[in-house]
Each structure stands twice: as C-alpha cells, then as structure tokens.
Nanobody
Framework: QMQLVESGGGLVQAGGSLRLSCAAS????????MAWFRQPPGKEREFVAS????????DYTDFVKGRFTISRANARNTLYLQMNSLKPEDTAVYYC????????????????????WGQGTQVTVSS
C-alpha cells in the first residue's frame, strides 16, 4: 500500500498563490506516475495535472495551463502543485494520486488509472 497525504490548502484571494504538497510513503515513490485531481463543490472529480516518474514529462488540463506547475522531489517522496493566479473557479478539494503504470501508456486524465489516493486538501479562492 502507498499512503498519500496532501497539505498546503487554505483560503486565498483571487490572484493569489498556493503550493500544495503530497507526501508519499509505503512504496517506492519514484516508480509511480503521479497526478493531481480536484473536485469542485457539487461537481465530479476532474484531472488537473500529471507527471512522469522522473519528472521529465508533465501534462495539464487546459484551464490551468500557464498558471499551475506540477513537480516532484523523488528524494523527498513528495509531489507538488504550485498554483498561481488563482481564480474563484479553482475552489475545490485537491487530491494527489499515484499510478504504477508507465506514464506513456496510460490515459492520464482517467481517475481509474490511479491506484492510490490521498484524503484531499481544501482550496478556497475568494473573489
């Protein structure tokens, strides 16, 4: 089993920034493709960004491109999401997820491809 624990959420004004972290334990973190998803109030969970095991390849959904940056520190078993220029519509519970499958072979936006999930961290952006 892999345990994932998110942190760094909170309340921020529109235009502000937050940095989310996801601490992993229990498995070899560097062997996993990682991703961030989010679930806005009253909506389904949606893909935000993903990153390969080495960090060399990343993907983003269109509505965060240019504002969010996903990264990882394998030596620290930690995944990050730097969120800048936040908008009220970014309000959601943010989850990190891990997949043991090779990054280039999976549909990264499909939550079913990820075996392990954190409990989520709330991000609220006020207007």
């Amino acid at each position: 089993q892999m345990q994932l624990v998110e942190s760094g959420g909170g309340l921020v004004q529109a235009g502000g920034s937050l940095r989310l972290s996801c601490a992993a334990s229990g498995r070899t973190f560097s062997a996993y493709s990682m991703a961030w998803f989010r679930q806005p109030p009253g909506k389904e969970r949606e893909f935000v960004a993903s990153i390969s095991w080495s960090g060399s390849t990343t993907d983003y959904t269109d509505f965060v491109k240019g504002r969010f940056t996903i990264s990882r520190a394998n030596a620290r078993n930690t995944l990050y999401l730097q969120m800048n220029s936040l908008k009220p519509e970014d309000t959601a519970v943010y989850y990190c997820a891990a997949s043991p499958r090779t990054y280039g072979t999976i549909v990264k936006t499909n939550a079913r491809n990820y075996d392990y999930w954190g409990q989520g961290t709330q991000v609220t952006v006020s207007s």
